[in-house]
């Protein structure tokens, strides 16, 4: 979250790089506000014009003056507004890219810890509060801020002593504004916060849909959802009260205000120190303050939750990018052929957490070899798996790829070396030739044919009705599991890295789907040095070796045949397993 005054920098650097656009909005602003501000003071003229006995000519003049004026008044805060929208969707546009930009910088341990919905909240829910804002909310408070600053200028313009009166309503709008925005502020990133909590809440109750009916889990994940719902709505009503109470200190300062001009320009009056024009304009002057001040208090609420989202996004942009010691992808070279994979000591918790996920952990896969992780839920088969993979610093230990120390390395580096497959397998929109890409750029037709042809891919990307070029994803061919399976599979191959870690990665393919995946895995990981999260046994059979983990330690280790034959926790799963299939 960047500070008021770092989102403040930023925006003023921003309005540097488009110096035309700014000139002309503070110019159309200022123009627009003082022929506001100017048919006041032509009124006070026609006062003292009618108590003066001056021709009707002189009169008709002024008044023509006036609604020239009040046209073209109108036609500059006409084009303030346009200027001022045009000049925030640009920033916005910027801010939204760059914070994208930096969020794909960000260490992948970055995203876990904060969460998706977080992130998501952050480049989607803040961007369109503040996009309303700048639409609604920012021209209008900068507009009328100007306005009342052009405004109290024209009072001391017409008295000094009126404009001091005038100016004693300061105080008042000062300490409003001091109460409310030390409150204020504070609260709506709360609310933001919650907000973004909900979506998490919501994000990961969606995205494990199965998982919760299977385990029945509906009604606690409808609780959590619930339960962060209700913080939005009570953020949402503190915010509105401390609105509510503003407002009425602002009301406070106005009746100040007026009450001192009227007191001091009857003063003036009576002792011919100034005009009866005068007198009358000063509090019609004030009073014109009335309208852009409340128009500002009606769109403070607006204008503070762009500000809140504003600061989480600027925020984004100050979060460091993976610059740790190397950046050299190279640190794979293929003449050294595959690594092995040695965890020593291994102990990791999660922030905000006191005990630890994993504890002690040793471990060995040799170079060209596989292992399975088995274990419950919650026994640290997933975050031993992105540790190996270079996402995430453990507390203490290392992961060692041949030769290098992961702690040591980017994660360009540790992409080099070690390839993740997770349950999370995407198809992005566009030609599936493209898709298989991302993980070889350069790759040319014939190696995604070959790559296709490994994993068992071949047939059914040849029957798509334009092959490699066909449309996948959101508007094109939809895929079904298997199929998506088979596309991450084949960039698993593309991208050819030492060591390759599946994190139960066929998952969600029915029964039929998972054999044929996982005849596709073991071609994909042949001569890979392979760590397995198992999510079915018979994936941990195919393993040279299996690692059972309890609570976050190895609690037993061997092949299948011996641990079978242990008796132990392996053998119980085992049991449970084949009766259950």
Known sequence: MASGREATRWVSAHCREVPGLTAATVLTTVAGAALQVFPVLLLGRVVDGVVGGEPRSVLVT????????????????????????????????????????????????????????????????????????????????????????????????????????????????????????????????????????????????????????????????????????WRVRDFGIEVFRFFGRFVGRENRAEFIGLVLILLVGYALL???????????????????????????????????????????????????????????????????????????????????????????????????????????????????????????????????????????????????????????????????????RLAAPEATEAELRDALRTVGADGWVDALPEGLNTVVGEGGERLDVTKVAHVALARLVLRAAPVVVLDESTAEAGSEGAAELERAVLAACAGRTTLFVAHRLTQAMAADRIAVLDAGRVVEQGTHGELVALGGRYARLWRAWREGS
């Open 270 to 436: 009576e002792a011919g120190a100034a005009s009866l024009g005068e007198v009358s304009a000063a509090p019609l002057m004030f009073h014109r303050l009335f309208t852009p001040l409340g128009a500002i208090m009606f769109t403070f609420d607006e204008a503070q939750k762009s500000g809140a989202s504003l600061t989480r996004l600027v925020g984004v942009l100050g979060e460091p990018a993976e610059d740790r010691l190397v950046g050299d992808p190279s640190v794979a070279s293929p003449e050294a052929g595959p690594y092995g994979v040695t965890v020593e000591g291994l102990t990791f918790r999660y922030p905000d957490t006191e005990e630890p996920v994993l504890r002690d952990v040793d471990l060995t896969i040799p170079a060209g070899g596989s292992l399975a992780l088995v274990g419950a839920t919650g026994a640290g088969k997933s975050t031993l798996a992105a540790l190996i993979a270079g996402i995430g610093t453990p507390q203490a230990g290392s992961v060692r790829i041949g030769p290098h120390d992961l702690a040591g390395l980017d994660e360009a580096a540790a992409r080099a070396l070690v390839n993740i497959l997770t349950q999370e397998t995407y198809v992005f929109s566009g030609p599936l030739a493209e898709d298989l």
């Open 62 to 229: 002024v008044g023509v003056l006036m609604v020239a004026a009040a046209l073209l008044g109108a036609v500059g805060t006409a084009m303030s507004t346009y200027l001022i929208g045009r000049l925030g969707a640009e920033l916005l546009a910027r801010l939204r890219e760059r914070a994208v930009r930096a969020v794909l910088g960000m260490p992948s341990a970055r995203i876990e810890q904060v969460g998706r919905g977080d992130v998501l909240s952050r480049v989607g829910d803040d961007v369109a509060v503040l996009s309303k804002g700048i639409r609604t909310a920012v021209p209008t408070v900068f507009s009328a801020g100007v306005l009342v600053a052009i405004a109290t200028i024209g009072m001391f313009g017409l008295d000094w002593r009126l404009g001091l009166a005038g100016a004693g309503a300061l105080p008042a709008y000062a300490l409003a504004l001091r109460w409310y925005l030390p409150r204020s502020a504070p609260l709506y990133r709360k609310q933001r916060v919650a907000q973004a909590d909900r979506a998490q809440a919501l994000i990961s109750g969606l995205d494990g849909i199965g998982t919760v009916r299977a385990y029945r889990l509906e009604e606690a994940v409808r609780e959590k959802v619930t339960h962060e719902s």
